[in-house]
C-alpha cells in the first residue's frame, strides 16, 4: 500500500498543482519523467534504482486555516499496495475530527476538510486510518496513526497585553536615557514565515523620544527637557509582523510619561525689600510676621531654610522655617521698646536644603532679600524698679510702722502718675496697707513672729490716666523676733531614770524658747536632784529602787538672757526604773520584761491567742466529760462492792496525809530575810558607833510558831497581787546548824566596808542584783 501526499508551502503552489493535475488527467499525454525510483543520467538515460518494498506507511497531511472555498479543502489521499482500482478495498478514517472536519473517500481514499480551522485553537489533529476487504471485511492493512497539521496564515495583529503605559523619567535628562521597554505579541506561528516578526515604530512622541525597531526599548531624543516647562508627554508606539513590509498587520499602544522634578531651580524672594510693623508690646516668643521666597521645583528639592544673616536682626529676632508652607516664621527673642529703639533692618537669606551637585554649575541655590521692621508705641502698664521686694519689720511694733516702699513707673513718654494698691485677694491686705501715691507700706496691726515669721503681698500699680494696664510685684516681709516669751521646758512626756545612773536629763534638750540660746539659767533645788552648769540634773543619791519610789517631781526655773530677761517654771516628772547595762535601753516594768524575753507584740498576741484557745478546749472537755457521766452501778448483777467514789481533792485540815506540818514546828525555817518583790521591806536603823546584828536563826528561835503562821496568814490575806481564794503555802525546815549560826556574809552582823562595790556594775546582767543588794547597803549606811 502507499500513500501519496501533496504538499503546498503556499496557494499559489496548490493552485499550480491542481491546474497540473487536471490537465494531466483530460489529456492523457504520457508525461516522460522519471518515476520515484529511476535518476535521469546526463546522457538521457535512466539509471534505476531497486529498493525493498515498502507496506502500509504514512506521513503528514497538512492544510491551510481560515479557508473560506465553498468546497471541501484537499488534504491527502490513502493508498494501499491491495488497491488494484476495482473498489474492492474500503477506507475508514477516525480520531480526532474524523467524520465531522474531516471525512474520507472510502474508495478512492481521499481525504477532506469540512470546516475552517483556526491554527491558533488547535495546531494539529491526530487520525487513525485503516484499509478493509469490502467483501470480507478483513483487514488488509493495519491501523496505522498519522497527524493533520494546520498550517499558518497571517491572520493575527500584534498586540500589547500590558498597555497603556505610564513611564517617568528625570528631567533634564541626557539623549538616550532609556525610558520604559514595550513588548507586543503576535498569535501566529513565529516558526513559519514572517507571520510573527515584529518591527516597532514610534508614531506620536517625536521629537522628544524614540524607540528601538527590534527591542521596543522607549529613550529620550531631546536634551535638557525642562519640566517647569512641560511635564506631560504622550507617546504612541506601533508594533507591526511580517517584519513591517506592506501588507502585514500591526497594532499600537500609548505611553503617558512624566517628567519627574530634580533641583535645577535656586529660590527667589518675590522681591527684594519688605517692611514690617511690629507693636513694642508684641510678646517673646510668638511670630511677629511671614517672608516667603518661591522655588518652582518639588518635594524636598523645594525645602528652603530660612536665617538671618545680619547681627542686629539676629539678636532681637528668629527665624524658622514652616515645611509644609515653606515659609519663614519670624519671631521675637527679646522685648521691644520703642523708647529706645523704633526700627530694625534684617537680611534674611533662603537657601535650598538639598542641592544636587550635577547642577552646581546655575549657581548657588540661594536668595537674600531685606526685611525692615518698624517699631509701634504702645501704652504700656508701669515698670517696677525690681522684681522682687523683701522687707523686715520688728513684731509687736504698733499699728502704722512703715515696712517699706516700692516703686515703680511708667515706661511711655508721657511718664504718667502711678497709683499703688494691694491685691486684696491674698490673706496679707489684713496685716499690711500702702500709700498709693508713695508706694509706703505700712502695718496695721501688731505682727507676731512666733504666729507667722513670714508674709506674702502683692503690690500692683497702674496709671492714673489709664487703670486697666497693671503691674504686679511679689513683696515679702520678714517678721523679727524680741523677748517676749518666756522659756519653757517641754514637760509633756515623763522622764526615764535609771535604778544606777547619776546623770539625769540635760534640760537644753527641752527647751522650746529659741532666744535662750542667746544665754540663760536653769535653777533647781531638790533633797534628791541637783543641777550643773551645763543644766544636767544630778542624783544626790548614788541609787535608786523603783519600789521604794517610783515618781518624783521636779520644779524648775528657768531664766532667758534676752532684753528684758524672761523667766518660767516647770514642774518636770521623772520615772525610776530598772535598766540594763550603762542604761542603754530603757524599759519599765512590764516593758522591762517583755523585752528581756525579747517577745514582740505579734508574739504576746499568738501566745495570748493560744491560751485562750487551749482554756476554750479545757473547758470544752470538762463540760462533755460532766455531761456523759457514767452510772454508779454499772449493773445490778455485778455488785461487788458497795462502793461510792467522789471527786474531791482536798481533805481541809484534818487531813493530815495530804501535808505533813511536822516541818511547820521549826520556825528556823521561815527565811525571816528572804525578801519579797511585791511588800516593801521595812527600814532598820542602826545608830551608833558599834553595830551589830544578830544571826536570823537566833531570832526566829524566839518566835512561837503560832505567831509565825498567824503572820503569814495575814500577810497572805492583805495581799493583792494573789487571786481571792484558798491557797496552799509550803514552808521548809532543813534543821539546826552550827551554834555558831549561819557563815553567809549575807546574815553576819553589817559592819561598814570601805570596799568599792561599783565594778559589779561591769560584769553584766548577771550579777546586776548583787550589785543592786550592795548598793542598797551602801545607800542605807550612808543615811
Not at 506601533?238 to 502585514?248: F, P, R, S, T, Y
Not at 538671618?308 to 519663614?328: K, P
Not at 497572805?716 to 556574809?745: C, H, K, N, R
Not at 553584766?764 to 548583787?770: D, M, T
Request: one cysteine or more.
Amino acid at each position: 500500500m502507499r500513500i501519496s501526499t501533496t504538499s503546498c508551502l503556499c496557494p499559489f503552489l496548490v493552485c499550480l498543482c491542481f491546474i497540473q493535475r487536471c490537465y494531466g488527467a483530460s489529456h492523457h499525454v504520457p508525461a516522460k519523467v522519471p518515476s520515484k525510483n529511476q535518476t535521469k543520467l546526463a546522457n538521457g538515460e535512466t539509471e534505476v534504482h531497486h529498493r525493498p518494498k515498502r507496506g502500509w506507511i504514512w506521513n503528514q497531511f497538512f492544510v491551510l486555516e481560515e479557508h473560506m472555498g465553498p468546497d471541501p479543502q484537499y488534504v491527502g489521499k490513502l493508498h494501499s499496495n491491495s488497491d488494484k482500482g476495482d473498489g474492492s478495498v474500503r477506507y475508514i478514517l477516525d480520531g480526532e475530527g474524523a467524520g465531522t472536519i474531516f471525512i474520507i473517500d472510502e474508495v478512492t481514499g481521499d481525504i477532506r476538510a469540512t470546516k475552517s480551522l483556526d491554527r491558533e485553537r488547535k495546531t494539529h489533529y491526530v487520525l487513525h486510518a485503516q484499509a478493509l476487504d469490502r467483501h470480507t471485511e478483513e483487514a488488509l492493512e493495519p491501523k496505522s496513526e498519522f497527524i493533520i497539521k494546520v498550517q499558518d496564515i497571517n491572520d493575527n495583529a500584534p498586540k500589547f497585553p500590558d498597555g497603556p503605559f505610564v513611564a517617568t523619567v528625570p528631567e533634564m535628562s541626557e539623549v538616550g536615557t532609556s525610558v520604559l521597554q514595550v513588548t507586543a505579541t503576535d498569535a501566529d506561528d513565529p516558526t513559519y514565515g514572517n507571520s510573527a516578526r515584529i518591527v516597532y515604530s514610534i508614531l506620536q512622541g517625536q521629537p522628544y523620544f524614540s524607540v528601538d525597531p527590534k527591542t521596543g526599548i522607549i529613550r529620550t531624543a531631546l536634551a535638557n527637557m525642562d519640566r517647569e516647562a512641560r511635564e506631560h508627554y504622550t507617546v504612541v508606539i506601533q508594533a507591526k509582523d511580517m517584519a513591517g513590509q506592506v501588507g502585514g498587520l500591526s497594532g499600537s499602544t500609548t505611553i503617558n510619561i512624566t517628567l519627574t522634578d530634580i533641583n535645577d531651580n535656586p529660590p527667589t524672594f518675590p522681591q527684594k525689600n519688605y517692611q514690617l510693623y511690629v507693636p513694642e508690646s508684641a510678646q517673646v516668643g510668638k511670630p511677629v510676621g511671614k517672608i516667603k521666597a518661591n522655588d518652582e521645583d518639588l518635594g524636598i528639592n523645594a525645602d528652603i531654610k530660612y536665617s538671618i544673616i545680619n547681627s542686629e536682626g539676629a539678636n532681637m529676632f528668629s527665624i524658622s522655617t514652616d515645611r509644609e508652607m515653606r515659609e519663614g516664621i519670624i519671631s521675637l527673642k527679646k522685648p521691644l521698646n520703642y523708647e529706645r529703639k523704633k526700627t530694625y533692618t534684617l537680611h534674611i537669606e533662603g537657601m535650598n536644603t538639598h542641592v544636587d551637585p550635577r547642577f552646581s554649575y546655575l549657581g548657588s541655590f540661594k536668595d537674600t532679600a531685606t526685611l525692615k521692621i518698624t517699631v509701634g508705641d504702645v501704652d504700656e502698664a508701669p515698670v517696677f524698679s525690681i522684681d522682687h521686694y523683701i522687707m523686715d519689720v520688728y513684731e509687736n511694733s504698733p499699728s502704722g510702722t512703715e515696712v517699706g516702699a516700692v516703686t515703680a513707673r511708667d515706661p511711655d513718654s508721657r511718664n504718667s502718675p502711678v497709683r499703688y494698691f494691694l491685691d486684696s485677694k491674698e490673706e496679707g491686705v489684713r496685716y499690711f496697707r500702702i500709700d498709693e501715691s508713695s508706694g509706703v507700706i505700712r502695718t496695721t496691726q501688731p505682727l507676731d513672729r512666733e504666729d507667722m515669721p513670714w508674709h506674702n503681698i502683692t503690690v500692683m500699680a497702674s496709671e492714673v490716666d489709664n487703670p486697666s494696664l497693671l503691674s504686679h510685684v511679689p513683696v515679702t516681709v520678714q517678721v523679727l523676733d524680741v523677748n517676749d516669751n518666756p522659756p519653757e521646758i517641754a514637760t509633756d512626756e515623763e522622764v526615764i531614770v535609771c535604778e544606777s545612773s547619776r546623770k539625769i536629763y540635760n534640760f537644753y534638750l527641752c527647751l522650746r524658747i529659741v532666744c535662750f540660746s542667746q544665754g540663760g539659767l536653769i535653777f533647781l533645788n531638790n533633797l534628791f536632784f541637783i543641777l550643773d552648769s551645763t543644766a544636767n540634773i544630778i542624783a544626790r543619791r548614788r541609787r535608786f529602787n523603783h519600789l521604794t519610789q517610783e515618781l518624783y517631781e521636779l520644779p524648775i526655773v528657768v531664766w532667758d538672757g534676752g532684753e528684758p530677761s524672761l523667766s518660767g517654771t516647770s514642774t518636770l516628772t521623772l520615772r525610776v526604773c530598772p535598766c540594763q547595762r550603762h542604761g542603754r535601753i530603757r524599759m519599765c516594768q512590764g516593758e522591762a520584761f517583755l523585752s528581756s524575753a525579747g517577745l514582740s507584740t505579734g508574739a504576746l498576741i499568738a501566745i495570748l491567742l493560744c491560751i485562750v484557745i487551749l482554756l476554750a478546749i479545757v473547758v470544752l472537755f470538762i463540760t462533755l466529760r460532766r455531761s456523759k457521766k457514767e452510772p454508779l452501778i454499772i449493773s445490778e448483777e455485778d455488785i461487788r462492792e458497795n462502793v461510792v467514789t467522789y471527786d474531791d481533792e482536798g481533805g481541809g485540815e484534818e487531813d493530815t496525809e495530804a501535808f505533813d506540818i511536822i516541818a511547820l514546828r521549826n520556825p528556823a525555817a521561815a527565811e525571816e530575810l528572804k525578801f519579797r518583790r511585791d511588800v516593801r521591806p521595812e527600814a532598820r536603823q542602826h545608830c551608833g558607833p558599834s553595830r551589830s546584828r544578830r544571826s536570823p536563826s537566833v531570832e526566829l528561835d524566839e518566835v512561837d510558831v503560832h505567831d509565825f503562821i498567824r503572820q503569814r496568814l495575814v500577810e497572805a490575806d492583805m495581799d493583792t497581787s494573789v487571786p481571792p481564794y484558798d491557797s496552799l503555802q509550803t514552808y521548809a525546815y532543813e534543821g539546826q546548824g552550827s551554834l555558831t549560826g549561819s557563815i553567809s556574809p549575807l546574815d553576819s552582823p553589817g559592819t561598814q566596808s570601805e570596799q568599792d562595790y561599783n565594778y559589779l556594775d561591769d560584769w553584766g546582767p548577771q550579777f546586776q542584783k548583787l550589785a543592786e543588794l550592795y548598793g542598797e547597803a551602801d545607800s542605807d549606811v550612808t543615811t
